[in-house]
């Protein structure tokens, strides 16, 4: 089965940016839909952003406008560009398949906005 690394998280201040890399082991990656899920202390992983195998996305609510996501079928890797960051979007990130668990979870990475 497909493992996924992500990187990138760090510190940022509200309206900082960072972009968010997801690794994947399988060359099977390019067939799967992608997604990029958060965690938030005390609450249930939610679904942040997907992308199709043809590159079609789609985004939560509150992130629209903010958050894009792309994928490099070459690198099998899938990228979270992350603008305007709120105090709100601080959470640990992952990636998965959309809709999720046919990759292994990853260890995620933590996105922490605040000044």
């Known amino acids: 089965q497909v493992q996924v690394v992500e990187s990138g998280g760090g510190l940022v201040q509200p309206g900082g940016s960072l972009r968010l890399s997801c690794a994947a082991s399988g060359s099977i990656f390019s067939t799967y839909a992608m997604g990029w899920y958060r965690q938030a202390p005390g609450k249930q992983r939610e679904l942040v952003a997907r992308?199709?195998?043809?590159?079609?996305?789609n985004y939560e609510a509150s992130v629209k406008g903010r958050f894009t996501i792309s994928r490099d079928n070459a690198k099998m890797t899938v990228y979270l560009q992350m603008n305007s960051l709120k105090p709100e979007d601080t959470a640990v990130y992952y990636c998965n398949t959309w809709p999720p668990g046919y990759f292994y979870w990853g260890q995620g990475t933590q996105v922490t906005v605040s000044s």
């Open positions: 992308i199709s195998s043809g590159s079609s996305t």
